[in-house]
């Protein structure tokens, strides 16, 4: 009996990523064909967490640097890419000539706006702002940007235990948390704030696609024997999203691309498949072609569909 693969084309790039890639390459593919001869195009930080597409834009001309190096750039041209920048990055550029493509996601900037707003709002009260999110990740540092980085980002209830809940408190949520998480700890802070008679507001700022996906992996998960998720593993969104597979499916395997797969995970010695259907999906940072490579890799272990 052939094994079936089926890939998740729910799975892949959210529209964020699929927007900054997109202009990632029209700014490459307008360069000269010598690419020695025209300026280079830098990437403030890598533009995915996935290595293969990081390394597929190199190979096109796009080269990733860090703060430091781009402090010390002069008349540059650098993408922004979609998890946005705080302030003091366009004070940089405006201040070295540095031409920006802005390619941070529209949803990441309506946030950083919303926040800039809402400190204000708390600083006249003399309130605080929480964010929560991944401590040092680069949507985190772009909207505590807008804060001056006076809001204080939290990542569990433990953290909440040791804030001072007696001013007026107002919460947001770096776009890619778990909603389950997020409303976990918005019902401890808003309980904190009622206990001590001062106003709480939760924002709910997570991505509506992002939400969506995790139900969406519910169903493949269980449609499928087995599951291979693909993804960067520095990815937290992969790591939350392969967390879900895995509660549905226990046979659920990840891989960051097709040479981490095992033959012997899918067929026996005499080729017989383990699994009758096998399921490919992805974080929001994993390129349709890697999860279709992945299941190429598969369909070559046995005969399938």
């Known amino acids: 009996m052939p094994i079936t693969v089926t890939i998740d084309r729910n799975s892949g790039f959210c529209f964020g990523v699929t927007r900054a890639i997109s202009e990632a390459e029209k700014h490459l593919a307008a360069r000269p064909d010598n690419a020695a001869a025209g300026e280079p195009l830098y990437c403030l930080g890598e533009i995915v ?20 190096e781009f402090s010390g750039l002069k008349e540059a041209k650098v993408l922004i890419r979609a998890h946005g920048e705080p302030p003091e990055t366009y004070r940089t550029a ?21 926040i800039k707003d ?51 408190t107002l919460l947001y949520s770096q776009t890619t948390m ?24 939760a924002v709910n700022s997570i991505c509506r696609s992002m939400s969506r996906r995790a139900g969406q992996l519910e169903a493949f998960a269980k449609a499928n024997e087995g599951v291979v998720f693909v993804s960067g593993r520095q990815s ?12 549905f499916n226990r046979k659920t395997f990840f891989v960051s691309g097709p040479d981490e797969l095992r033959k012997e995970d899918f067929v026996d010695d005499d080729l017989v498949p383990r699994m009758a259907s096998i399921g490919i999906c ?20 046995a005969e399938c569909t």
């Not at 080269?63 to 430091?68: A, E, F, H, L």
């Not at 990542?155 to 804030?163: A, F, G, N, P, Y």
């Not at 992805?282 to 999860?291: D, E, I």
């Open 49 to 68: 967490h996935n290595n293969e597409e990081v390394e597929r834009l190199e190979n096109m001309g796009l080269r990733v640097i860090g703060q430091q």
């Open 118 to 168: 809402g400190f204000g709002q708390m600083r006249r009260i003399g309130g605080q702002v929480l964010i929560y999110g991944k401590p040092g990740h680069a949507e985190v540092i772009g909207l505590n940007g807008q804060t001056g980085n006076q809001a204080i980002v939290v990542s569990s209830v433990e953290d909440l235990r040791k804030l001072d809940f007696s001013v007026p």
């Open 282 to 301: 992805g974080a929001t940072s994993t390129p349709m072609w890697l999860m279709e490579a992945v299941a190429a890799r598969i369909k070559t272990f």
């Open 236 to 247: 937290s969104n992969g790591k939350y999203l392969y967390e879900i597979c895995r509660q």
């Open 94 to 114: 405006l201040r070295n000539h540095i031409e920006l493509v802005d390619a941070t996601c529209p949803i990441v900037l309506q946030l950083q706006q919303k």
């Open 178 to 201: 778990n909603t389950g998480d997020y409303l976990r700890i918005a019902a401890f802070a808003q309980e904190a704030c009622t206990r001590n008679g001062v106003p709480f507001q």
